[in-house]
């Protein structure tokens, strides 16, 4: 049992058998104050280029013409 978009969303691109259910209602008060109390959201991150090693490639190149 989920309550998650996503993760139902998965099962659904597989193929599995998903069925929807209403949620009761001191059950939807609970997660919605649960959420409000814990929900953090993620802290986006910038990614590093990795460094170009211009003389690696440059030894690494073979001469025009040549083939193995």
Same mark, same amino acid.
């Given at each position: 049992m989920t309550? @998650?978009?996503?993760? /139902? /969303? @998965?099962?659904?691109?597989?193929? @599995?058998?998903?069925?929807?259910?209403?949620?009761?209602?001191?059950? #939807?008060?609970?997660?919605? #104050?649960?959420?409000?109390?814990?929900?953090?959201?993620?802290?986006?991150?910038? &990614?590093? &280029? #990795? &460094?170009?090693q211009q003389? /690696?490639?440059?030894?690494?190149?073979?001469?025009?013409?040549?083939? &193995?």
């Amino acid at each position: 049992m989920t309550l @998650s978009y996503h993760e /139902a /969303a @998965s099962y659904m691109e597989t193929d @599995s058998p998903i069925f929807n259910l209403p949620i009761p209602g001191e059950i #939807q008060l609970w997660v919605g #104050q649960y959420v409000l109390d814990n929900y953090r959201p993620v802290e986006k991150k910038k &990614r590093k &280029r #990795q &460094r170009w090693q211009q003389d /690696a490639w440059v030894r690494n190149k073979r001469p025009l013409g040549e083939y &193995r």
